[in-house]
Nanobody
Framework: QVHLVQSGGGLVQAGGSLRLSCAAS????????IAWFRQVPGMDREGFSC???????YYADSVKGRFTISRDNAKNTVYLQMNSLKPEDPAVYYC???????????????????WGRGTQVTVSS
């Protein structure tokens, strides 16, 4: 059975940092594209960071230069390092695995078959 287990998140002051983890069981993460999405109430999930099967990384403009996605294949885990957090960053953050795409990354949530349960990130001003 395939699972993505998330950890990390919580409350941080604006300008601070957090690291989210996304650990896989039942499959090997380095064989698939892994993305991070976030969602605020009343809004669609927004894809903003992705690591492709080839190891290329992609970022939305809203997080570029502040967030970093990385993989630890030995731990079968993907990380999201979030620095310089802003008041507009609070959301529920999800990791997701695209089990079918061969190349690149998608920002469309329907392209991703497996999802973590989400973790809340709150930024205080």
């Amino acid at each position: 059975q395939v699972h993505l287990v998330q950890s990390g998140g919580g409350l941080v002051q604006a300008g601070g940092s957090l690291r989210l983890s996304c650990a896989a069981s039942g499959f090997t993460l380095d064989s698939f594209a892994i993305a991070w999405f976030r969602q605020v109430p009343g809004m669609d999930r927004e894809g903003f960071s992705c690591s492709s099967r080839q190891g290329d990384t992609y970022y939305a403009d809203s997080v570029k230069g502040r967030f970093t996605i990385s993989r630890d294949n030995a731990k079968n885990t993907v990380y999201l390092q979030m620095n310089s957090l802003k008041p507009e960053d609070p959301a529920v953050y999800y990791c997701a695995a695209d089990l079918e795409s061969e190349t690149g990354c998608s920002w469309e949530d329907y392209e991703y078959e497996d999802w973590g349960r989400g973790t809340q990130v709150t930024v205080s001003s």
